[in-house]
């Protein structure tokens, strides 16, 4: 929405999917009158939903093991919800595509998008990044696009940091997080005294620095730094991206 009041434009998609859980959804924002054009699904090598759309036979397989392991899913239970929408095969065509990336293109992706941009992504978000290069320039041109990233690149640091040659730094919350797994509360206090403050208050990042607060036991801090979180002052107009983490929220305050 955004965008639209930005550009007076609708933002094509391109979604990383396994289970079909943001791709459906997307499908059925744009129903719901959001301002949305092309739908376009990026798998791996697990490919039901690619060979659906090309064949229009449901063939449901085991799950093969890729480097976009969220994605591993050989029978996504949102294509039932997906179809039942769309109906007949024909109409499920016109509403998105899907296009197969393979372990070889993820790892080419990786680096191809560190060297044209510095930015190191994760596994999941290459495939969608893959798909919208193979995309025509014309398709390209034509239309205002949005890759959806998904993880942060330091969650498959053993993935991407082979690949690109360099360390790739959790942000501060994780860090604390993953130092707190190691019972190490010394390095996550640490971590926590001096976070970017930018990203503390970032709707994504602050339900991790609430967990890590929960975690060194202080309750106080946790109630506070999860005040924004409160979903009568969300907006209205719009979406608010405090709802994407509200299940975390809803967890640390029920603990």
């Given at each position: 929405l955004e965008h639209w009041r930005k550009t007076g434009q609708p933002l094509s998609f391109v979604i990383p999917t396994g289970n079909l859980?943001?791709?459906f959804a997307c499908v059925w924002a744009r129903r719901l009158g959001l301002p949305i054009d092309r739908i376009v699904?990026?798998?791996?090598?697990?490919?039901p939903?690619?060979?659906?759309?090309?064949?229009?036979?449901?063939?449901?397989?085991?799950?093969?093991a890729t480097l976009a392991s969220a994605m591993d899913v050989g029978n996504p239970s949102n294509m039932e919800r997906l179809r039942q929408l769309c109906g007949d095969i024909a109409s499920l065509r016109e509403e998105v595509s899907a296009m197969a990336v393979s372990d070889a293109e993820i790892r080419?992706?990786?680096?191809?998008?560190?060297?044209?941009?510095?930015?190191?992504?994760?596994?999941?978000?290459?495939?969608?990044?893959h798909v919208y290069r193979g995309l025509s320039e014309a398709e390209r041109r034509q239309r205002h696009w949005a890759v959806?990233?998904?993880?942060?690149?330091?969650?498959?640091?053993?993935?991407?940091?082979?690949?690109?040659?360099?360390?790739?730094?959790?942000?501060?919350?994780?860090?604390?997080?993953l130092?707190?797994?190691?019972?190490?509360?010394?390095?996550?206090?640490?971590?926590?005294?001096?976070p970017d403050s930018a990203r503390k208050f970032y709707p994504g990042w602050r339900p991790l620095y609430a967990q890590a607060q929960f975690l060194l036991g202080d309750y106080g801090g946790t109630i506070e730094t999860l005040r924004l979180y409160?979903?009568?002052q969300f907006l209205t107009r719009?979406?608010?991206?405090?709802?994407?983490?509200?299940?975390r929220v809803r967890r640390l305050r029920a603990a």
């Open positions: 859980g943001n791709g699904l990026a798998t791996n090598a697990n490919t939903i690619e060979d659906f759309l090309a064949t229009g036979q449901w063939l449901p397989r085991p799950s093969i080419s992706s990786l680096r191809d998008e560190f060297s044209r941009h510095g930015l190191a992504w994760c596994p999941h978000t290459a495939t969608g990044l959806v990233a998904t993880a942060h690149a330091a969650k498959f640091d053993t993935i991407v940091e082979p690949l690109l040659g360099c360390d790739i730094p959790p942000p501060a919350e994780l860090a604390a997080l130092a707190l797994a190691r019972q190490d509360t010394a390095a996550a206090r640490k971590l926590l005294a001096t409160d979903t009568d719009g979406f608010d991206a405090r709802w994407a983490p509200i299940g």
